[in-house]
């Protein structure tokens, strides 16, 4: 699963002159690793390969960057703009510091930079919780917002969702029922927190 992350997260970044590399990546990770991700890759592909990289450009803007409801810095699906988002953005500063994950240019929480920090987490806890409680809810938020619209990028997300939730076990009931709960920052962040003020 680790390497279909790092695939999918640049997939997720702005399209430029090397995407066709980016996408035929992408589907040989999906294709060797991944029967039931091939579908929703096939018909994001399907959709992609009939545009420019300029109309591409212009989707992609239009869809994450002009959208707030499908912004792809997911602590604000989960928190808007209160406190405990600020809580999330400081302890994923901390744990990404020790990785390249593009996260110079971008918020902690932006997707593609957590994509990249769950393929190469060894904290099992931490990695875990960080999908179910962070991750799954706002993908899967984001992919209801763009519904049954012809957007590419619909098929994408809901590609991503299905990757997370087989990488944690998680049914998709279970999927909803965290979806429509009010999530908390990671358990494991809180612990940390606590811990490190005791010593």
């Not at 500063?93 to 240019?105: K, N």
């Not at 190469?120 to 962070?134: C, F, G, K, T, V």
């Not at 049954?148 to 991503?160: A, C, D, F, K, Q």
Request: hydrophobic share 40%; charged share 30%.
């Amino acid at each position: 699963m680790d390497h279909l992350y790092d695939g999918v997260a640049d997939l997720l970044e702005y399209p430029d002159e090397d995407w066709d590399a980016r996408l035929s990546r992408c589907e040989r990770q999906v294709s060797a690793g991944h029967p039931d991700l091939v579908e929703d890759f096939l018909a994001f592909r399907q959709n992609v390969d009939a545009l420019s990289v300029t109309a591409l450009q212009e989707l992609y803007t239009h869809t994450f960057d002009l959208n707030p409801t499908c912004a792809l810095e997911i602590g604000y699906h989960i928190f808007g703009e209160n406190y405990k988002r600020g809580v999330l953005l400081a302890r994923l500063r901390e744990t990404e510091s020790p990785y390249d994950l593009g996260q110079d240019r971008q918020l902690p929480d932006y997707l593609p930079v957590l994509l990249r920090l769950v393929a190469r987490l060894d904290d099992r806890e931490l990695r875990n919780a960080l999908i179910r409680e962070i991750m799954i809810p706002a993908v899967n938020k984001m992919a209801r917002a763009l519904g049954e619209s012809e957007n590419p990028y619909g098929h994408l997300l809901r590609m991503v969702g299905r990757a997370l939730a087989q990488d944690v076990g998680m049914s998709r009931s279970s999927q909803v029922d965290k979806a429509m709960r009010h999530s908390s920052v990671p358990e494991v962040y809180t612990i940390t927190s606590k811990a490190a003020v005791k010593r």
